[in-house]
C-alpha cells in the first residue's frame, strides 16, 4: 500500500506565507511526478503545481512565482512554499504523486487534503 500525507495548511492573512509538505509512504519502488492540487468551494480540481526534477517543474500561471514547489527524493517529499497568499488561494490542497510499488504497479496516488485559508 501506498500513502500520501500532508501538513502545513491553516488560516493565514492576505499577503502571508504557508509551507505545505506531504510525504509518500509505503511499497513505493520509485515516485515519477509529484505535485499539488486545490480545489475551491464549487469549482474543479486544478493543478497547482507539479515537478519531475530540479529542472522539470510546471506550475498554474496565477501562482507562479509565488508558489516554489521542490521535492526531497531522499526522503519521498513534496513541498509547496506558498507565498504572497491571496484570498482566491483559498482552497482544499491535494498532493499527487506517480508512484510504481514494489509488486511493479505505476498508478496515481492522492493524499487526504489540507485546508488552507486565505483571510483577514
Known amino acids: 500500500q501506498v500513502q500520501l500525507v500532508e501538513s502545513g495548511g491553516g488560516l493565514v492573512q492576505p499577503g502571508g506565507s504557508l509551507r505545505l509538505s506531504c510525504v509518500a509512504s509505503g511499497s513505493i519502488l520509485s515516485i515519477y511526478e509529484m505535485g499539488w492540487y486545490r480545489q475551491a468551494p464549487g469549482k474543479q480540481r486544478e493543478l497547482v503545481a507539479r515537478i519531475f526534477s530540479q529542472f522539470n517543474t510546471n506550475y498554474l500561471a496565477s501562482v507562479r512565482g509565488r508558489f516554489p514547489i521542490s521535492r526531497d527524493n531522499t526522503k519521498n517529499i513534496v513541498d509547496l512554499q506558498m507565498n504572497s497568499l491571496k484570498p482566491e488561494d483559498t482552497a482544499v490542497y491535494y498532493c499527487?504523486?506517480?508512484?510504481?510499488?514494489?509488486?511493479?504497479?505505476?498508478?496515481?496516488?492522492w493524499g487526504q487534503g489540507t485546508q488552507v485559508t486565505v483571510s483577514s
Open positions: 499527487n504523486a506517480e508512484i510504481r510499488t514494489n509488486l511493479g504497479v505505476r498508478g496515481l496516488y
